[in-house]
């Protein structure tokens, strides 16, 4: 059994900082894709940033140059490091992992950008 667990979501002002932690159990970690999705009100949930299991990286136009997607596979977690954030950033953030042809997720956790 796969369990992701994310935390770190709070709300902050725009052009602030947050880092975003995936922790996982079980034993897919090592060989697992990894991603960060996002889902705000009223939107479909957006896949934002992915890393493999060979850290290379992938993201979605709007974050690119902001979030830095990361992994540490000692203490099976992955991060989402969250720079320069923008009202439009405002969403519940999902981690989720994809291994021998099954994808797991998170509950989520809240991000919200407002002054």
């Known amino acids: 059994q796969v369990q992701l667990v994310e935390s770190g979501g709070d709300l902050v002002q725009p052009g602030g900082s947050l880092r975003l932690s995936c922790a996982a159990s079980?034993?897919?970690?090592?060989?697992?894709?990894l991603a960060w999705s996002r889902q705000a009100p009223g939107k479909q949930r957006e896949t934002v940033a992915s890393?493999?299991?060979?850290?290379?990286?992938n993201y979605v136009d709007s974050v690119k140059g902001r979030f830095t997607i990361s992994r540490d596979n000692a203490k099976n977690t992955m991060y989402l490091e969250m720079n320069n954030l923008k009202p439009e950033d405002t969403a519940v953030y999902y981690c989720?992992?994809?291994?021998?042809?099954?994808?797991?997720w998170g509950q989520g956790t809240q991000v919200t950008v407002s002054s």
């Open positions: 890393i493999s299991a060979d850290d290379r990286t």
């Open positions: 079980g034993d897919i970690f090592r060989i697992a894709v």
């Open positions: 989720s992992a994809w291994a021998r042809a099954e994808n797991y």
